[in-house]
């Protein structure tokens, strides 16, 4: 039972999956359904290997929302296959929160029975019986499209998720103001500061850093370079 807001990763890595870690894909459990951060490759495969193929579907047929924080394909490739499973399981819409690249990608491929939002134009509302949830969108620096968000879940908890960006270059700090959680790319250790600025990638330190400028209750960090076991 959800009483606040829950969080699974199917994923921690970056680039390519491997055999310790796959790449992005987070799931946000809350009392009314699921929210999806990025769906990178075998995300469906990650989701039945823990929960089971019956109650995978369950999550999958009360999906919400799916929010993508950008087009490499580390966070987009499970995508496809994910929004497929839903269409089979239930007829029920869902909107898919993008950039135009990945809107116009997706319906090249077929009907998925989605509703596209494009996160450049807009914010997300949902009130799902009762259950308010608010997504924030807005850009970083990493490539062009490129987003972070925070989920505001009964104007009580709020999530704060970094997406892949050079946090010493933006303003996500500012954007986000505070939060319960943070989640945040720590792609590489603080000795290689040059190559994360250089890749717009954010270190450990620097994470952890975004998270005590926010008051964050809780850090996680995520999207580490395949280098690290």
């Known amino acids: 039972k959800i009483e606040s807001f829950g969080v699974t990763f199917f994923g921690t890595g970056c680039n390519m999956p491997t055999k ?111 259950c308010e949830i608010i997504l924030n969108s807005f850009p970083v620096e990493h490539l062009e499209g490129s987003h972070g968000c925070v989920l505001t879940i009964e104007n009580k908890w709020r999530i704060a998720y970094s997406g892949d960006h050079s946090v010493v270059k933006d303003d996500f700090v500012e954007k986000v103001g ?12 603080d000795d290689m500061e040059n190559e994360a600025l250089d890749r717009n990638h954010s270190t450990i330190g620097q994470a952890i850093d975004a998270g005590k400028k926010l008051s964050a209750k809780f850090i996680a960090l995520t999207h580490f370079s395949a280098r690290y076991k």
């Open 20 to 130: 310790l870690r796959n790449v992005a894909g987070i799931l946000i459990h809350l009392k009314e359904g699921y929210v999806v951060f990025d769906a990178g490759e075998g995300f469906v495969g990650q989701l039945y290997r823990r929960f089971g193929r019956e109650n995978g579907e369950e999550v999958i047929k009360k999906l919400l929302f799916v929010f993508t924080s950008h087009s490499h394909g580390d966070h987009v490739f499970g995508l496809h296959q994910l929004l497929e499973t839903h269409q089979q399981l239930t007829k029920r819409r869902i909107p898919i929160l993008a950039d135009q690249q990945i809107i116009d990608d997706l319906k090249s491929r077929g009907d998925f029975n989605v509703d596209y939002k494009n996160r450049e134009e807009e914010n997300y509302e949902l009130n799902e019986n009762g």
């Open 178 to 189: 505070n939060c319960d959680l943070l989640i945040h790319e720590a792609s590489f250790s």
